[in-house]
Antibody, heavy 120, light 107 residues
């Protein structure tokens, strides 16, 4: 079945870096654009970044632009998010998600999330 | 970037009630809008895509409508499992913004 499994979250000090991974299975990963979405504790959903199916295009929210890098390895069916200069504002559960190629909108695939805690 | 607002921010309702949630965009676009349901500690679940298309497996009591700047999610007869937070999200520009959410709780 379709699965997205995030990993790499944890406790990190302010100013440090962390790299998240999202392993995909059960669908043709290399035909799907992939997104990262985050949710701070007790807050709503915030879109973070997107990468095209072949990795040639990336877009970021203003809150992470210049600090986060989204990438993918289609040979490993894996999506990544490299996060640098982390602050308390980045503390959240991070989800990977994707849209069906048949839709204009709507993430029909979500991971379970990985929690990032930023604290000294 | 398109900004989304949702109203109400919260609603208290009873089982069997009809609940309507509105999502308003700061500028008009077509129908590239989705609705999600999220329960505490869980990943969001897609309910409606392309403004009005019901995702496979989602009960027919959920429906979506609208285009341009005003979109609506309706739950025709609220069930106990529907108490959750609901979010809209636009896919018109490369900011993919979410609305702030509407919490539906038990009256």
């Amino acid at each position: 079945q379709v699965q997205l499994v995030e990993s790499g979250g944890g406790l990190v000090q302010p100013g440090r870096s962390l790299k998240l991974s999202c392993a995909a299975s059960g669908f043709t990963f290399d035909t799907h654009a992939m997104h990262w979405v985050r949710q701070a504790p007790g807050k709503g959903l915030e879109w973070v970044a997107v990468i095209s199916f072949d990795g040639s295009d990336q877009y970021y929210s203003d809150s992470v632009k210049g600090r986060f890098t989204i990438s993918r390895d289609n040979s490993k069916n894996t999506l990544y998010l490299q996060m640098t200069s982390l602050s308390g504002d980045d503390m959240a559960v991070y989800y990977c998600a994707s849209i069906s190629p048949r839709h204009m909108s709507g993430y029909d695939k979500w991971g379970q999330g990985t929690r990032v805690t930023v604290s000294s | 970037a398109i900004q989304l607002t949702q109203s109400p921010s919260s609603v208290s309702a009873s089982v069997g009630d009809r609940v309507t949630i509105t999502c308003r965009a700061s500028q008009g676009f077509g129908r590239s809008l989705a609705w999600y349901q999220q329960k505490p500690g869980k990943s969001p679940k897609l309910l409606i895509y392309d403004a009005s298309t019901l995702e496979s497996g989602v009960p027919s009591r959920f429906s979506g409508s609208g285009s341009g700047t005003d979109f609506t999610l309706t739950i025709s007869s609220l069930q106990p499992e529907d108490f959750a937070t609901y979010y809209c999200q636009q896919f018109n520009d490369f900011f993919f913004s979410f609305g702030p959410g509407t919490k539906v709780d038990i009256k």
